[in-house]
């Protein structure tokens, strides 16, 4: 950083090529007036303007402009700096974006592998295969529905509704299960423990997938949790409900 950019000086730099604008006017007179002609009422003094005036004035010019460029290109640091920090914020979010997104892609393949191992049958495999987790919207009763356009067509990706075995109505005894499960295990790992405890042979959960799970889980929590945002009354582990929206 050059003595005129050091902090303070920059308003002295501007009014430096005001200065600099003003003086090559004044020095402009002497190329457009004829101090010479006979006759010429300004001669008494044109002497001394060109010589005690003008001629001091040419001397700080080049001063002038060199502050004028300074300033030029300080200004345009100053743009290329913000614009440059403005694009590395911007990278910073998408990679923060993406890693959070890629984090939440291999949780869902680790509890699928999860579930898979606590399911000794071979035929029920298939039902427990991967599956995308998609957004479904459902109405105050926990029951998917489908959005319709009225004046206009959707923009947004329609996704399906769930199939038929992902409305199936949990019984009593398989939400306590699930809810005991949660709170018991509450934590990044509670599923995988649910798993564990619930979805072997003979347990309430065996017959439900990730999907199904994880799904009846973020039910729960928007039951439980709602709008609530003064948590009152509400336990961490409804809080801490793991959901994969």
Known sequence: ??????????????NFVIAYQSTNKIISLERVSNWEEKGDPTKGFAKPVRNEIIAQLK???PEFR????????????KYEHAAERQRREREAILEAKAAEKAKRKNKWYALHVERLDVEPD???LGHLRMTERRHVDVDANGLPFERVAVFCP???RAY???????????SDEEKAALIDGLREYEGPEVFE???QKYCRPGGPLRPYSVLQITTQAARLRKYFVGDNTADHGIESWMLNIPTFE
Request: glycine share 2%; aromatic share 6%.
């Open 122 to 124: 071979p035929r029920r």
């Open 66 to 77: 060199r502050a004028s460029k300074e300033l030029l290109r300080h200004k345009q640091r």
């Open 193 to 195: 423990c649910i798993f």
């Open 1 to 14: 950083m050059t003595e005129a950019m050091r902090p303070g000086r920059f308003a002295a730099l501007t």
């Open 154 to 156: 959707r923009n947004s």
């Open 59 to 61: 001397k700080i010019v």
């Open 160 to 170: 399906p509704l769930l199939n038929a075995e992902m409305q199936a109505e949990w």
